[in-house]
Each structure stands twice: as structure tokens, then as C-alpha cells.
């Protein structure tokens, strides 16, 4: 296929060039991710009182130190004296039940702030696959609410009992959270490093055209410029992100990726 160099703008392709490196076989699961549990704090006060300024608010920020009530106490005074209480944690405010006037007493928590610098992912894994897991295994990880980006977790251990009916248990990984994207109970697909070899030639699977026996890529040719050579390949294995060639490529060949489905037309 030989194109202008409009066309190639026009297409928008892009290429990688072909090299030997580590291959991840990697198992698909469904899953959750999930507020560490002791990520949690409570906003409480150690005197009785009531409410005359609040800042609280479902879904805000908060950092650790910052006021966030001002109570005035039950105390006799001229005004009364007034109090304030400030954020235990630096998080997200997932829970509120104080309002503007609301009466206060010490055992009432004002408010459940939640630090998410770190989530649970929890994978629903099938329990033949879940024999072959290690603590430390890496799994993949998309959330359906942030389709462009993606995580890395670890395996921390598994749940405490398995799901008799799906034959599966739950597989949770520990998950940075930095960019504060994730929240509670969002749905996550999981692909689960089972093993890695090296040296295996692969690319993108955005590069592989064509169905069944009949697999091909399209090659930047190296002599004509904006030329690009349909070219079958044998394919191995096949993850969530590369496919093993092995057949058809060698090392330093540039193989398209995006706009390779453009070009087959």
C-alpha cells in the first residue's frame, strides 16, 4: 500500500518497532474495587453542642488539620463558647449526618472521611486459577469509569472463603490511587500475570489484522517511503495488551499500529 504523506497524516498511523522482549500469559477476571477499611475515620466531638457552621459536604476533599465544624458547646456563657473540630485524615467525604443547627453529643459521628491514596481491586478468580496466584502477582487492571486509563495492582491475599456457586474467590490486590480517579465500588477487569517468558517477539494487538489462519500486519517499508507491506504472520499467544509472533516478523521491522485497520481497506 503506498501513500502520500497527506495520506499517512490522513490515517493518522503510527508504528513500533519490533523487538524482542518480555511476554506476559495472562487470565481474565472480573472484579470490584473497594475502600480499604482502614482507610475510614469518624468526625466526633468530646462535648455536647450544636452545630453553627459546617462544611461538610458528600464527595468534597478534605485535608487532615482543616475545620470543618464549629460547634457551639451546651456550657453556660455569654455567647457560649464556641469550638472548632477539624479533618482526623486527609480524604474523601463519603458520609455526612450533621446539618447546619443539628444537636451534637459525643457519641455521634459527625461524618465518615474516607483516604483513597490506595484502594482495594477485589478479582473474582476461579479457584483452578487461583492455585497458580502468588502473593505479588501483578494484574492489569481497567475500570469501566475511566476507560483510558490503567492500573497495576498486587496481590495481597485471598478472601476468607469461596463463592460455591461460581466456583470462583476473590483475589485482592492493592491499588495506588494517587491521581484520587477511583472510587468505591467500581466494576474492574483484571488481566492477571500467570507467567512471563523472554525474548518473544510480539506486538501491539492493535497491529494484528485479518481472522483465523489468514493474520497479518502491515510493515513500513524500507526503502519506499510512506509504503507499507501486507505481511502474513503466525501468531502464539495472545494477552491484553501484545501478541506473540512467530512466524513473519524479525527484530527492527516497524509494523503499524493505529490505522492499521485503515490500511486493509
Known amino acids: 500500500v503506498i501513500l502520500t504523506e497527506q495520506g499517512v497524516k490522513n490515517l493518522g498511523l503510527e508504528t513500533v518497532t519490533v523487538e524482542e522482549a518480555d511476554f506476559e500469559t495472562t487470565t481474565f477476571a472480573l472484579g470490584r474495587t473497594e475502600a480499604i477499611p482502614e482507610t475510614r475515620s469518624s468526625l466526633s466531638s468530646r462535648i455536647p453542642g450544636r452545630v453553627v457552621e459546617t462544611k461538610l459536604t458528600i464527595g468534597t476533599f478534605v485535608t487532615k488539620g482543616d475545620k470543618l465544624v464549629l460547634l457551639e458547646s451546651r456550657q453556660p456563657g455569654d455567647p457560649p463558647p464556641v469550638i472548632s473540630l477539624k479533618a482526623p485524615l486527609s480524604g474523601l467525604v463519603t458520609h455526612v449526618d450533621a446539618r447546619l443547627g443539628d444537636p451534637i453529643d459525643p457519641e455521634k459521628a459527625m461524618l465518615e472521611i ?18 497458580r496466584m502468588k502473593t505479588g502477582t501483578v494484574a492489569h487492571i481497567k475500570v469501566a469509569a475511566l476507560p483510558n486509563e490503567k492500573f497495576n495492582g498486587e ?25 484520587g480517579q477511583l472510587r468505591a465500588d467500581m466494576r474492574a477487569e483484571f488481566s492477571i500475570v500467570m507467567s512471563k517468558r523472554s525474548n518473544v517477539v510480539s506486538v501491539p494487538r ?36 501484545f501478541v506473540e509472533i512467530t512466524s513473519g516478523l524479525l527484530p527492527a521491522d516497524e509494523v503499524v499500529t493505529r490505522g492499521a485497520y485503515s490500511l486493509s481497506f
Do not use: C, M, W
Not at 155 to 177: C, E, M, Q
Open 155 to 179: 496481590l495481597l491475599r485471598f478472601g476468607t472463603s469461596a463463592d460455591k456457586a461460581s466456583g470462583t474467590i476473590d483475589a485482592i490486590f492493592r491499588l495506588p490511587n494517587s491521581g
Open 114 to 131: 474516607t483516604d483513597l491514596s490506595e484502594v482495594y481491586a477485589v478479582a473474582r478468580v476461579p479457584e483452578h486459577q487461583a492455585g
Open 206 to 241: 492493535a497491529a494484528l489484522q485479518g481472522e483465523g489462519g489468514s493474520r497479518f500486519v502491515y510493515v513500513k517499508d524500507f526503502d519506499l517511503a510512506n509504503a507499507f507491506v501486507k505481511t502474513p504472520v503466525i501468531v502464539g499467544e495472545i494477552n491484553d495488551r
